[in-house]
């Protein structure tokens, strides 16, 4: 049984900056991967940004050089830091985790995702 909750969204300028939130419910030292993924308006569900139990991450190519993800183990946490944003990035961004037993949901840059929040909404006016 794991739960994700999201927080940090909102509305942002093109250029400005968000930093988006997600706590997990288990102990965020039994997962092996965790990730922020988004689907914008009329368009494909995709990932954004991927981390795993080691440290090791991976970007979109959309996001790359402008997002960064990060944990905070103590606190069960997951971050996703958003600079220079456009409007294209407009989107609803879910965190998700490939911990608990539900069936696997999305594979994604070698990571089996399991469980999902219920997603924060990011807007960006030009």
């Known amino acids: 049984q794991v739960q994700l909750v999201e927080s940090g969204g909102g509305s942002v300028q093109a250029g400005g900056s968000l930093t988006l939130s997600c706590v997990v419910s288990?102990?965020?030292?039994?997962?092996?991967?965790m990730g922020w993924f988004r689907q914008p308006p009329g368009k494909q569900h995709e990932g954004v940004a991927q981390i795993t139990r080691g440290g090791t991450t991976y970007y979109g190519d959309s996001v790359k050089g402008r997002f960064s993800i990060s944990q905070d183990n103590a606190k069960s946490t997951l971050f996703l830091q958003m600079d220079n944003l456009e409007p294209e990035d407009t989107a609803m961004y879910h965190c998700?985790?490939?911990?608990?037993?539900?069936?696997?949901?999305?594979?994604?840059?070698?990571?089996?995702?399991?469980?999902w929040g219920q997603g924060t909404q990011v807007t960006v006016s030009s």
């Open positions: 998700a985790t490939d911990l608990g037993g539900s069936p696997v949901r999305h594979i994604w840059a070698g990571c089996l995702y399991r469980n």
């Open positions: 288990g102990d965020i030292t039994s997962r092996y991967c």
